[in-house]
């Protein structure tokens, strides 16, 4: 993986996009890395898509807004199309196969899709495919040390919601067992 | 707490506001500032201070007015539009003498215009808060920690001098989070008195009167020079720039803000390339960092903004016709990418070669 993560994280507004990158974001910081999270706020949120840059980088942030991404994370179909021809080269996609048709990836970039949605429902964790994306994400892309990704969630989700805290781990070990079968 | 935490921009400026004292916020809400007021709501009141939603932004500034005269510190954050709405009243605290910060998390104008990031209230800022003959120090902060800490430093300047300051950030630095580290938080109980307060006296002394009418005209013409020397102590005392691999520079890209972290990027991909670029980024709008730019070996300036060239007069102004100035900037709410001022810094540099082989 690249040294600077440029990482674009996508889908309908409600499926937690914006947090999963706060969590890239935060396990940056824990990490001891410059990071920076910018999420669409525009006309493109009121009509129910989300999206967010984050950037993990060793240098100062210039321009926060990721037009080229290495990373991407999708987790519906317009955002899927929108972004995908956006990836470098060298990038990498994880996208949740359960929402969005299979498609390869431009030129060498890996792209692995991660039947999130599905996984999380049965394993009674409803509403958090974006963790489970999240950990497929870690497992293929390494961006920092696993103890700092546990430690992000604990900094990103409120400590008087202590069992969101347990479930938000547990859907992020299901993407990363997932991630390592593939 | 001196940890360092993942912030947004917005939510930085009321962190630090309410460590520098400040437990008295009057607002209204609109986007892409929201978030600055919603912090306030939710912690000033644990701090025992008053957060307001007024019933509009005319009401908030009056407000702030209204907490300034009493001695407090006190703020009033909006977003472009409603800027404008609050200018007579930062007008009136300027003729008043009155401390207190004002935040514009700047989007489209004109108009309604739209909700994404923009620098075009520049004019506004450096120009015309309102009417008369006035200026205020406006502080641009271009990262996540500069709104924390410029936000500090804000009440401070204002204190000092007593005047309204302005936070000209914007729509980008507003949502988008970074990490940052607090200042300390002080105690209100702590800052120095404020002996010209309207705040009570039980009759110890004659009455301090907070007032901007003059019918007097020999009084407010007075008035008027005694605050123009206060001005004279702020250009040459509160000036505040960054300059980044100037020293070399043929080609120096002058921007601040959002503007200025787009420009950072597009010089280090120049210098990547061979060509000498550099960045001015002025802190201060007001004042204006002009011995700064006077100072450059340049053999041509960029600006860079988000708007159609505004600070670009006062770029023009300091450099006086010693350098070649060239505008390139994107408004409306499109954010420039750092591969298009990259684009016309190689412009610029081939154009210059072409000039020196001739």
């Known amino acids: 993986m690249a040294d600077q993560i440029e990482a674009i994280f996508a889908g309908f507004g409600g499926q937690g996009v914006l947090f999963a990158g706060k969590v890239m974001a935060y396990a940056g910081l824990i990490a001891g890395r410059e990071v920076s999270w910018l999420p669409s706020y525009g006309p493109e949120m009121r009509g129910g898509t989300a999206n967010c840059s984050v950037t993990l980088a060793d240098e100062p942030i210039g321009s926060p807004l990721v037009l080229h991404p290495n990373v991407l994370v999708a987790m519906n179909q317009p955002s899927f199309d929108k972004f995908l021809p956006e990836v470098r080269a060298d990038g990498l996609i994880i996208y949740d196969d359960t929402l969005i048709a299979p498609a390869s990836a431009p030129s060498k970039a890996r792209i692995f899709g991660i039947s999130a949605t599905k996984m999380a429902e049965e394993a009674d964790l409803g509403g958090l495919s974006n963790m489970v994306l999240m950990g497929a994400l870690w497992e293929k892309a390494r961006f920092c040390a696993e103890g700092d990704l546990i430690g992000a969630v604990d900094e990103c989700v409120s400590a008087s919601r202590q069992a969101l805290v347990e479930k938000n781990k547990r859907a992020m070990m299901l993407g990363m067992e997932a991630a390592r079968l593939i | ?358």
């Open chain 2, 1 to 358: 707490m001196t940890r360092k935490v993942l912030m947004k921009g917005n939510e930085a400026i009321a962190e630090a506001a309410l460590r520098a004292g400040c437990r008295h916020f009057f607002g209204y809400p609109i986007t892409p500032q929201t978030e600055l007021a919603a912090y306030m709501a939710r912690k000033m009141p644990k701090l025992g201070g008053t957060y307001l939603q007024a019933e509009s932004e005319i009401a908030a500034v009056n407000m702030l007015y209204g907490a300034a005269a009493a001695g407090v510190r006190a703020m009033t954050s909006s977003s472009s539009p409603g800027i404008s709405l609050k200018t007579e009243g930062i007008s009136y605290m300027a003729g008043a003498d009155l401390p207190g910060v004002i935040v514009n998390v700047q989007r489209g104008g004109p108009g309604l215009g739209s909700i994404q990031p923009s620098q075009s209230d520049y004019f506004q800022a450096t120009r015309a808060m309102g009417h008369g003959d006035f200026y205020l120090p406006v502080f641009a902060p271009s990262t996540v920690q500069e709104m924390a800490d410029l936000t500090f430093t804000a009440f401070n300047v204002a204190d000092e001098y007593r005047t309204p300051v302005v936070i000209l950030a914007d729509g980008m630095l507003g949502q988008m989070m970074e990490p940052v580290i607090m200042p300390e938080a002080i105690d209100p109980a702590t800052l120095p008195p404020k002996p010209w307060a309207t705040r009570g006296h039980e009759g110890a002394r004659a009455h301090n009167i907070i007032n901007s009418l003059h019918l007097d005209a020999q009084k407010l013409y007075e008035d008027n020079v005694r605050r123009f020397a206060t001005y004279e102590q702020i250009k040459r005392d509160e000036v505040r720039v960054e300059t980044y691999r100037t020293e070399d520079a043929d080609i120096v890209i002058c921007a601040f803000g959002a503007a200025a972290r787009i420009a950072r990027s597009a010089v280090n991909a120049a210098r990547e390339r061979g060509i000498k670029a550099g960045l001015l980024r002025p802190i201060t709008l007001w004042p204006y960092p002009a011995d700064a730019v006077k100072a450059l070996h340049a053999k041509a300036l960029v600006v860079v903004e988000l708007n159609m060239g505004q600070m670009i007069e006062d770029v023009r102004l300091a450099a006086d016709g010693a350098f070649p100035i060239s505008f390139f900037g994107r408004c409306g709410g499109i954010i420039p990418t750092p591969d298009e001022v990259l684009d016309e810094i190689v412009r610029i540099h081939e154009a210059m070669e072409d000039e020196e082989g001739r």
